[in-house]
């Protein structure tokens, strides 16, 4: 029997049959689930839905105080825990599943069908691809639930297992990316598996070219860039796969300036869904450590990706950055506040962003320097823009941004005052009719 009840009678062992509010109210990726642990409620309950309805038939009824659930109680989270999660803490309770273990069997769990996929593709079985969708929709939800720990853990990869967690990484940044730019529900997994799928072509190139240590000649390297074109034509061969990520895998490898392969597709004639593959799928290499090459810092890349000139969408590029929550070291950004900010060293790969603000553009005034971490519950800010030091009419802006970077304490507002004269009054652009930058459209066809 299914019947609606307040959040705060949420309860473990219920069975979640629907939830109120829009999808991006609703903190899992599938709005029917069982309640297995405390951080299940907290967050439904952080995400501000009133109301769900449970199924009394899958699981336990709101009377049903009796009835044991087929899971073991949890200790509630801290600080204080709410009444309906209380009722289960105990202090025999044992230690809750945390995020790196979530994690951890969410990435073992990707892999392992990954692995079975491709070695269905490589050996000609039967192929069946919901594997792909089981993960792409996994992965969903874990992302909503703790993008960061996932991101950072799917770093971590030895040269055997990298193909397929290579895969399951940029399946995991596609999946961010687009919910950061509030694309709807199936285009999300559909780009989520287009990521997964994104290197299936990689299956026919050697290990030992893959895995060379060493730079490789102009013949190796002309026999990895087929990877692109075999990968889509052998996706084109599936019944089932969406055209989308046939275009992901066939134009990942595309730069915005046309120096990519296999086409040399100029920025215009350049999908989203491959621009988004592009970033996905350079980020996660240069995060992860190689045979040729050690792990960068996610601040490390992302500051080079953004000096890569012709390589990628800056705005997606920014919007990607939001999406991690990662900006490039000494980059000047505004804030929802008004405020400009320069981004500061991350305390580490898993800090929230710190920045320190210097302007406020709504009162036109410089401010005493202040850092803020964002994220913290005590502050709301967020990035909202990348700003262009070049429209300043500060005579030296590099060294402006040096100085806001300095020690606080040293900081003299005045001499600030003095490196800064405001912004360079610039008049508004006109869009013309067909706007040349915008990228090719894409059609977002089902399978
Ligand atoms: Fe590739």
């Not at 429209?391 to 003095?418: C, F, K």
Request: glycine share 6%.
């Amino acid at each position: 029997m299914k019947r609606e009840i307040p959040i705060d009678q949420l309860q473990i062992g219920m069975f979640v049959d629907s939830v109120g509010g829009s999808w991006f109210s609703n903190p899992f990726w599938r709005s029917r689930l069982k309640i297995k642990t405390s951080e299940q409620i907290t967050a439904f309950v952080e995400s501000g839905i009133e109301s769900l309805v449970i199924d009394t038939d899958l699981g336990i009824d709101v009377a049903d105080d009796s009835a044991t659930p087929d899971v073991q109680p949890v200790a509630p989270p801290t600080p204080a825990p709410r009444a309906s999660q209380a009722r289960f803490a105990s202090p025999k309770a044992p230690r809750t599943f945390g995020k790196r273990e979530r994690a951890a069997e969410t990435i073992d769990t990707s892999k392992r069908l990954v692995k079975t996929l491709f070695d269905q593709v490589q050996s000609g079985a039967a192929v069946d691809l919901s594997l792909a969708d089981t993960v792409a929709e996994d992965i969903c939800n874990a992302v909503v639930q703790d993008s960061v720990t996932l991101i950072n853990m799917l770093r971590l990869k030895n040269k055997d297992e990298y193909t397929y967690l290579h895969s399951v990484a940029v399946c995991t940044l596609m999946i961010k990316l687009a919910r950061q730019q509030r694309l709807a529900q199936d285009h999300v997994v559909r780009l989520g598996v287009a990521g997964l799928l994104h290197d299936i072509g990689k299956i026919g190139v050697p290990l030992d070219i893959l895995n060379k240590p060493d730079e490789l000649t102009e013949s190796e390297f002309a026999i990895v860039k087929e990877h692109a074109v075999k990968g889509a034509a052998l996706l084109r061969e599936l019944p089932g796969v969406s055209d989308c990520a046939i275009e992901v895998c066939l134009h990942h490898h595309e730069r915005m300036d046309g120096k990519g392969y296999p086409e040399g597709l100029l920025g215009p004639k350049i999908s989203l869904p491959a621009r988004m593959g592009a970033i996905c799928d350079v980020y996660d290499a240069l995060t992860s450590e190689r045979s040729y090459k050690e792990a960068w810092s996610p601040q490390r890349a992302v500051g080079e990706m953004q000096n890569w000139d012709g390589c990628f969408d800056p705005d997606l590029l920014f919007t990607f950055f939001q999406a991690i929550r990662v900006f490039p070291l000494a980059s000047v950004v505004k804030l929802d506040t008004g405020q400009l900010a320069v981004v500061m060293p991350a305390k580490t790969d898993n800090s929230p962003p710190l920045v320190r603000t210097f302007y406020d553009t709504l009162r036109d005034t410089i401010e005493q320097p202040e850092d803020l971490v964002l994220g913290l519950r005590a502050n709301h800010a967020h990035i909202v823009a990348n700003e262009d030091p070049r429209t300043w009419r500060a005579e030296d802006p590099a060294s402006l941004i040096e100085y806001v970077m300095q020690p606080v304490g040293t900081i003299n507002r005045t001499v600030l005052q003095h490196m800064w004269n405001g912004p360079v009054v610039v008049p508004p652009i006109i869009a013309s009719e067909e706007d040349e930058t915008s990228p090719q459209a894409f059609t977002w066809k089902a399978a």
